[in-house]
């Protein structure tokens, strides 16, 4: 299969830049892969599109302020971007410019004129540097409250007026570097009115990593190194979901994050085996799909391993049909604004 294969022309203005208000109006494009159709509704008919029982998973993560620009010996700005915790005081960070930041280098975060915490350099890999901090988790992350800025996607060229706007309704585990943005679109009261239909809520848990928005660089894609990120399926939870999945209940899981642990806690007879690892999980087309019975997420960057996984569920070319739709219709892509609901 070749990196070509997923490449699509998106003219620039059609990327959203801010998101929609409310949060559940937004288009949603709604793709039977069984009938091959297309069709078109706003977000809030999900209401329709869900049978009584139908189970949502969702991943319960929460996004950190993870990247900060900072000035150190009062004159070098340096940015350091939180990618993945190793242990409790100690993180692999994106710094930029590196050079500025060598092994061994101190640097003090001052705040209100006093130095609120301390880090050092520990070791460096390419432009990734591993610092450690002086100050424990909790703690740690009041100061990156207070200090850091969230990071929204590079492909958002506009502030955010308010952070919240970039966290779901329900998050509830901080350690995520971007949202699982098509929970975005749900709100407390269409969750509300879900419940009352009597669908059911799962929650898993991945922390999304920056890996997700590594681009692929070989041409055939099975060259391609995945990226790891942390995933999390508690007992219980697992119990349910195999029970539901024994009954024939339709298993939906919203974004690809839920996709990735679902899939990646599924075993050879499609039994759910609750655990806590990193999983670098690869679905592209002719992926055998083990629980996950449709989709609702966002729409992916041309190229990326994301837009491989829907195609992989729906099949290529109604896919690139879908995103042709989208585009003459001047869909928004990516974060905020539009989503996709997949059914088999």
Known sequence: MHLSDFDYHLPPELIAQTPIEPRDHSRLLNINVSTQSITETKFFDILDKLWDNDILVLNKTRVINARLHWTIENWKLVEIFLHKQISDNTWDCLVFPWKKLKPWKVIHFNLNNNIVMTSIVKEISDSWRIIEFDIWW??????????????????????????????????????????????????????????????????????VWLGTFKWVETENILEHKMHSEYIELEQDT???????????????????????????????????????KDTNIFIYPWYTWKFVDAIITNFHLPKSTLLMLVSSFAWTELIKKAYKYAVDNKFKFFSFWDAMFIEK
């Open 138 to 207: 909790i703690q740690f992350l009041e100061i990156v409250e207070k200090l850091w800025s969230i990071p929204l996607p590079p492909y958002i060229k506009e502030k955010l007026e308010n952070n919240e706007r970039y966290q779901t309704v329900f998050n509830e585990i901080e350690w995520s570097v971007a949202a699982p943005t098509a929970w975005l679109h749900f709100t407390g009261e269409l969750l509300k009115k879900l419940k009352n239909k009597w669908v059911k809520i799962e929650k898993v848990l991945l922390h």
């Open 238 to 276: 697992a119990t349910r979901l195999n029970d539901y999945k024994s009954k024939w209940k339709r298993i939906i899981a919203v974004w690809t994050t839920s996709i990735r642990v679902l899939e990646s806690f599924s075993n050879e007879n499609w039994i759910l085996e609750a655990w806590s």
